[in-house]
């Protein structure tokens, strides 16, 4: 079974090549080349993972299944990887190219200003509005470039998480 | 001593006050919202009672219901821990009515020192030195332009009902004037609701020192030491230590007289803090008093070895201060880190959402005040401390080690956290110097690691692992734990 994962841009096959109770062996290709690792991984109803390469070892935890993929929590960081089987990964060509035009906030809060207005052209990353939530002021960012096509909030709204507040195009 | 308590709050203050009633033999009463029916805290106390939906303006913030839950159980006294109730001289008015005691100063001494503009004015007629600035809140454009031109800038613009660093705001001229002056009124009507903002000169490289001090209503005032709380982002604390580093002596004594004398100017009784802002040359000037116990208030119990809410009830109970001047020396050096649910590579963004695993340290010198367990959900609704790790050792070398290794240890995974912003500050120059302004997380502009190759692969195969295999029933790495498999194996072999 191979598996296509991308961590933000960067795309990596994923193959099993092995597995033997805590014992895991994978091949890993990537543009740049193709790379074998083995570790044990041995791991909690919780998401745990303890992880042991050459002896050496090491926390992490994998999170539930998401729309953008699963966390990872590792020492040094954390990353979020998206898996599909290279199937369906071959299916969804094109899919999610240029950035999703839909601007949402993950949690509920209330719309305290609006930075950019139908027809405005809008930057990757650029603030476009600012939800208030957990007593705080949040800048929420449009996550492709292009213009304003539709704006569903207006300030004082209260919003819900996940909701999309406003949709960005060409 | 009371018989029984309630406790205003929810999260790690409500549980840290219920421990200080549980050692003194007092029972106690909790309230909750509906958001937070199963937290920690309602489980904690003896008994406990729902007082509305979820935002805190309908509940936590109503202190009618409060009232009403503390007439119906026969709560004697009302501990509003910090936030919410705490400095609200209508509410303790509203309590004086009922017949329960408030843990906490009267009603007089709040309001002289709730409203910032009117504390300044009482401090300054007690001879307290102030950063200068206007009295009064601004009431026009034109005034507020007259005024931050008169004073001179870089200016600091404050909500005058406010607290806590919301809605704080630097200007460092003209041209940003107006629209930094919209937005603080615009915060300040959210947080406080009042507008009121007032201008105050910046003190440029300022630490922010405060001081502990304790007043029962026998006429005695101590200062328990001070903290050092320049860590800071969005105005708002990060690291704590007390005693604070490098402080001359003299310098620490003078602070604290000048606390106690500002503290007498309005009667005060019970815990309470002056803030101070501390410029390079050790001048010290009042900012506000927080009329009620602080967030770091631990690091000057482990520090000193007291415990200021057990103080607390015993004070409001009618007690004297159970310490002499005297005896308030620091015998350890203490930090507490505050724990956050947000993203500090991200703008500090809440991250809010469910602790699937939460495991805090352990060990020698090392204390976590937490209000959460493994499995709770961090809400968006409320404030996003979720604990403080404090940790204490005989030097400050050895505490900031000891708090390296604690950090190291604790397990938070579900949402972000800025554990590993803690630890880099504890590891930045100027903090290990003991030499740092409220300038210190600005400077040191942390950006996380960029993760190396060799764990961006394994994240990718741990993910995978995650997906499971292609046999629809067959057990994956994530749901079966392998621990048992290997402990059966280990248990046939004989070697558990």
């Known amino acids: ?170 | 001593m009371f018989r029984k308590i309630l406790i205003a709050n929810r999260g790690e203050i409500a549980c840290r006050v219920i421990r200080a009633c549980r050692a003194l033999g007092i029972q106690t009463v909790a309230v909750y919202s509906e958001a937070d029916a199963e937290a920690l805290h309602t489980r904690m106390a003896d008994e406990a009672y729902c007082i509305g939906p979820p935002p805190s303006r309908e509940s936590y913030l109503v202190g009618s219901k409060i009232l009403d839950v503390a007439r119906q159980t026969g709560a004697e006294a009302i501990h509003p821990g910090y936030g919410f109730l705490s400095e609200n001289a209508e509410f303790r008015k509203a309590c004086d009515a009922a017949g329960v005691a408030f843990i906490g100063p009267s009603a007089e001494a709040m309001h002289l020192m709730g409203e910032k503009t009117l504390a300044r004015r009482t401090v300054m007629a007690a001879g307290v030195p102030v950063v200068p600035g206007t009295a009064d809140p601004i009431q026009s454009t034109d005034e507020l332009v007259r005024v931050a031109r008169e004073v001179g800038y870089p200016i600091m613009l404050k909500a005058a009902a406010g607290g806590g660093g919301k809605g704080m705001q630097i200007v460092h001229a003209e041209a940003e004037l107006l629209a930094a002056f919209e937005g603080a009124q615009r915060v300040a009507r959210s947080s406080f609701g009042d507008d009121s903002v007032y201008i105050e000169k910046a003190i440029v490289g300022p630490r922010h020192i405060e001081v502990q001090v304790m007043a029962d209503s026998h006429g005695n005032t101590v200062y328990i030491g001070n903290r050092e709380c320049s860590v800071q982002r969005r105005h708002q604390k990060v690291i704590e230590e007390a005693p604070a580093p490098s402080l001359a002596p003299e310098t620490v004594k003078a602070m604290g007289e000048m606390a106690c004398q500002a503290a007498a100017a309005v009667g005060y009784v019970n815990a309470g803090t002056i803030e101070c802002l501390v410029d390079q040359h050790e001048n010290f000037y009042f900012l506000e008093m927080n009329t009620r116990l602080q967030v770091e208030h631990c690091v000057t119990e482990e520090a000193f070895g007291v415990d200021l809410v057990r103080a607390q009830l015993i004070i409001a109970s009618g007690g004297i201060i159970p310490w002499s001047q005297d005896e308030l020396v620091p015998k350890k050096h203490a930090i507490e880190l505050r724990l956050y649910a947000e993203d500090p590579a991200q703008g500090y963004q809440p991250s809010p959402g469910p602790l699937h695993v939460y495991r805090p340290p352990r060990g020698p010198g090392v204390r976590v005040d937490d209000g959460v367990v493994e499995g709770d959900t961090v809400s968006s609704l409320y404030d996003p401390m979720v604990a403080k790790l404090i940790v204490a050792a005989d030097t400050r070398a050895a505490a900031i080690a000891r708090a390296h290794a604690a950090l190291r240890e604790y397990a938070v995974h579900g949402i972000r956290t800025n554990l590993p912003l803690l630890d880099a500050i504890l590891g930045a120059p100027a903090f290990v110097a003991g030499r740092y302004t409220t300038g210190l997380l600005a400077e040191l502009a942390w950006q996380p690691e960029p993760l190396t190759d060799a764990d961006k692969d394994l994240a990718r195969v741990l993910a995978v692992l995650a997906e499971g295999a292609p046999q629809a029933k067959a057990p994956d790495v994530a749901s079966k734990s392998t621990w048992a498999q290997d402990g059966l194996r280990r248990s046939l072999a004989g070697v558990v």
């Open chain 1, 1 to 170: 079974m191979r598996w296509v994962t991308w961590i933000d841009d960067e795309k990596a096959t994923v193959e099993i090549v092995a597995r033997d109770g805590a014992l895991v062996h994978a091949k890993i290709e990537t543009p740049s080349g193709t790379r074998e690792v083995a570790f044990e991984v041995r791991a909690t109803p919780n998401g745990e993972r303890f992880v042991r390469v050459a002896g050496a070892g090491r926390e992490a935890w994998v999170g539930p299944a998401t729309a953008d993929g699963r966390v990872v929590d590792l020492a040094g960081g954390h990353v979020t990887v998206k898996v599909k089987r290279e199937l369906d990964a071959w299916l969804a060509v094109g899919d999610d190219a240029a950035g999703s035009g839909a601007v949402t906030v993950a949690m509920p809060g209330r719309v305290v200003k609006v930075l950019s207005r139908v027809g405005d052209a809008v930057v990757k990353g650029q603030p476009v509005l600012i939800i208030e939530a957990m007593k705080m002021e949040n800048e929420v960012k449009a996550r492709r470039a292009g213009h304003v096509r539709v704006l569903h909030v207006a300030e004082g709204d209260s919003v819900e998480g996940g909701k999309v507040l406003m949709e960005v195009g060409d």
